[in-house]
């Protein structure tokens, strides 16, 4: 197992375009997370599943924002009609049940919108 | 609300100089308190995490502790490679999702 990929790594968009992200998991792992991150702060919490279904988002999410993870296995995210304030880094951390033993991250999807 | 308040902000040391970052917290029924390591570009590394006060682990240079209202990362003779930005973050019982601070940012020249 190679840990968490995600995909794309950096991703430049014109304002008003959709994007989609995609987040591996470890296998074992049945739950996922998505943050995001801003230069000089701390993820912030965006969404979380356990296997296929979507339990808790943040009241930051705006209803442009939409995550799936059919089957339980890869998630996507998708920005629709993006806006500059959404450039930053996008991660996605997989865990076990209960997250006790800390969350493995992917390297994340940088996103620019221009 | 949860939060979780790091610092310093940044943090400069020489090889060898020995110091602590400090994680302040307030957080409605802790279920653990986690440190991770993030090197520029790159996701979070899991460090540690510490469950009740009292508690201390150690992993190379590194050793943390937790009280009931803070938690401390205690880099012992760091070297340059030691350098990146420490996060730490708490996770309540009533929530699925960790609250992470901003973040120290560690630079250890030789």
């Given at each position: ?31 996922l ?48 009609r ?8 996008y ?24 | ?12 040391l ?24 993030q ?72």
């Amino acid at each position: 197992d190679t840990g968490v990929s995600q995909d794309p790594r950096h991703k430049i968009t014109k304002r008003g375009q959709n994007v989609t992200f995609r987040c591996d998991p470890i296998s074992e792992h049945n739950r996922l997370y998505w943050y995001r991150q801003t230069l000089g702060q701390g993820p912030e919490f965006l969404t979380y599943f356990q296997n296929e279904a979507q339990l808790e988002k943040s009241r930051l999410l705006s209803d442009r924002f939409s995550a799936e993870r059919p089957k339980g296995s890869f998630s996507t995210l998708e920005i629709q009609r993006t806006e500059q304030g959404d450039s930053a880094m996008y991660l996605c951390a997989s865990s076990l049940p209960g997250g006790y033993y800390g969350y493995t991250f992917g390297s994340g999807t940088r996103l620019t919108v221009v | 609300e949860d939060q979780v308040t790091q610092s310093p902000e940044a943090l400069r040391l020489q090889e060898g100089e020995s110091s602590s970052l400090n994680c302040s917290y307030t957080v409605s029924g802790l279920r653990g308190l986690f440190w991770y390591r993030q090197d520029p570009g790159k996701g979070p590394e899991f460090l540690f995490t510490l469950y009740s006060a009292g508690e201390e682990k150690e992993k190379e240079r590194l050793k943390a502790t937790l009280t009931k209202k803070e938690s401390f990362l205690h880099i012992t003779a760091p070297k340059p490679e030691d350098s990146a930005t420490y996060l730490c973050a708490v996770q309540a019982w009533n929530n699925n999702d960790m609250r992470f601070g901003a973040g120290t940012r560690l630079t250890v020249k030789p």
